[in-house]
């Protein structure tokens, strides 16, 4: 009882003392401090602290970032943290994240008001990247544990990580490794230093030693609770990604502004249409702009009957459904050519309802400028005054509307209001079409065209285009040509190696958006053993990345060789084995990818103009924000808005988005979500932690690291 009595004595007088208020006797009906949902995030513009302000910023949590490399930067003082608010102590952060422990000078007022400010209000603390000594907790990592490289380590969540703010992971926080050459991950792996309290929330095996080392823990001393991370990380590094949930998690208590789910879609273009063949003799695509008029012959890729069947059980092994951007006159001129048959479109037609269904136009024509394909690029063709000739609104609006009949008449599910164009066309594409087709908005809105598909690559930013907004998709670097694995390689082998090597040269042109392969693929081997891993890399790091852009292949790619599968299978597989049941992919449909970035979108605006207000008493948690923009958040699980749940259920928390009634939001949370409360100090007086060496290892050890250097 004498600690519980004299720590409630210490919090009340730093209270006191923060508030620039007299001292005087405690106050048993004292009213219950404000805390406001916003992080301060205090950098030194090394890469850890931008990976969790990116991190807050994605998932549009309200932080302010101080930069301590800016000299005109404000002072981190009592005023600058607190102050009172209709008569109410207010604390204007609810967490703090700092580069290390101790990132300002030796007894530095700034470090001692952040002391005071977090023992006053419970304010936690994350050390984004800190070296193991027992100022953090921990035990130096010099002999009794280890610094070094943990590029491939399997890193591990921990039972109380799993019982506490890591319980959306199944266990496993694997490290990247993906170059042999260079190094990706520096940590320091040690144990808890004696008589600290201190609590591994992600460890891994000390290498030569029976032990595991914490990479993340909870450090609980003089009234502060801290999260001491000991690698060091960027905002793109899987690991990075597998825990920045949970470090937010922690840091907010479960309540804050912001949500972040896990999203992965896949579009499939040109079903009921054949695809050009990659030509491996000629380098270019018989058929196609890339190859000169006349040379080649066409060899097109195209869907059979059980390659339906596979999509089906496939889906239903994955508990995921694809999305099918459908051409309709693929089929009209297949029962033409084939005296009315067509076993795939009948297929398709008998499952149509397994999937969800896309118009892509009826014959995938090119809606932007006219093209000039008689030479290689081709190029925008133009009139005797030079102006662009244009494909017409009502060539657009008519591809759009008979594709449209066509799937109705088929009794494909549709949204009418979805739209992917042939080759995104109708859009800008540089450098030969740097402006939309003026046409294309004026027949969008004739269809009653709501979401229409871009192509993040070259138009990544949500925009308007007469009637629509535009949902960009990510594309696979599965080629639309490519039906076998072997010509998947050969044509990545032209596009990625020197021409020294036999290849394109493109990478060597382009040094700002590839690389060249350090020799050719085999073509035997190389689409399983690199391709596929990179692919899946790269798609499970935008799963990873709270980001519910669609990605897209063609249909080619689910016929012959089937070669998406390994890819999808890879991100989906990879998946499961990182994560927890409570937290599973969200699959959504085209329309309502565009509506979670349309809310985005305003939501970010109006915080960054600072129009939302959110802030906790108690139990209770008001946010007010501009009339129709909705809001988003995370609370704990039993959180009420009015009579009714907050939320969807996700990673063991609440999340959604919620319409203000006349600009504000009340929410309660449960009894079990209970206020924040400094962490239990010792006798004594409360200590200020000492300054930070400016190197990763104790003073006098071998092979110092200038802090947050890379190894």
Known sequence: MKRTIRTTALALSALTASLGLSAGPAQADAPVPRIDLRVLVVSDGGPATDAIAAELETAGTPYTEVDLQDAGRPVIDAGFLADTVDGRPRAKFQAVVLPNDNPFPANSAEMSALVSYEQTYAIPQVDAYTYARPEVGLQYAVGAGYAGSVDGVSAEVTPAGLAGPFGYLEGAVPFEDNSPTVGESYAYLSTPAPGADFVPYVQAAIPGRPTKGSLVGEYRHDGRRELVVTFVYNQHQQQFRLLARGIVEWMTGGVRLGADRNYFAVHVDDVFAADDRWDTQL?????????????????????????????????????????????????????QDNGGADPLADRLIAERD????????????????RQDVSVVPWKCATSPDGSTQWVSRNEIADEIATNRVWGESAGLPLEDDELVTGEHSGLKVTPQQPVDNPNLGPALADNGIAWLASDNSRDPVQRQVGSATTVSRYPMNVFYNAGRA????????????????????????????????????????????????????????????????PHFIHQSNLAEDRIAYPV??????????????????????????????????????????????????????TVEAPDGVAVTATMPAGTQHGDADFGDAYAGALSGWTATADGALALTL??????????????????????????????????????GAER
């Open 283 to 335: 380098n270019c695509t018989p058929g196609d702009v890339d190859c000169p008029p006349g040379e080649g012959t066409p060899n097109p890729i195209r869907m059979v009957p059980a390659d339906v069947d596979h999509a089906t059980a496939w889906q239903d092994s994955r508990g995921f459904t694809l999305d099918m951007a459908y051409n309709g006159s693929g089929s009209v001129d297949h029962r």
């Open 354 to 369: 397994a999937f969800r269904w896309i118009n892509h136009t009826y014959t995938h024509a090119f809606l932007g400028c």
């Open 486 to 549: 072997a010509e998947q390689v050969d044509e990545y082998n032209w596009i990625y190696t020197s021409r020294a090597q036999g290849g394109s040269g493109i990478c060597e042109d382009n040094p700002a958006t590839s690389t060249c392969l350090p020799a050719p693929l085999d073509t035997a081997t190389g689409y399983a053993g690199h391709i596929v891993p990179l692919e899946t890399r790269i798609a499970l790091g935008h799963v990873l990345s709270n980001d519910p852009k």
């Open 568 to 621: 999808l299978d890879g991100v989906l597989g990879g998946y499961d084995d990182l994560f927890a049941e409570n937290t599973p992919v969200v699959n959504l449909r085209m329309e309502d990818i565009g509506v979670e970035m349309r809310r985005r979108a305003a939501w970010g605006s109006a915080v960054d103009a600072g129009q939302v207000t959110a802030y906790r008493v108690g139990g209770a948690v």
């Open 670 to 707: 449960p009894s079990t979500a209970t206020a924040p409360a400094p962490a239990t100090a010792p006798d004594g007086p409360a200590t200020t932690p000492s300054t930070a060496p400016r190197t990763r290892v104790p003073a006098g050890a071998s092979d110092p690291v200038p802090y």
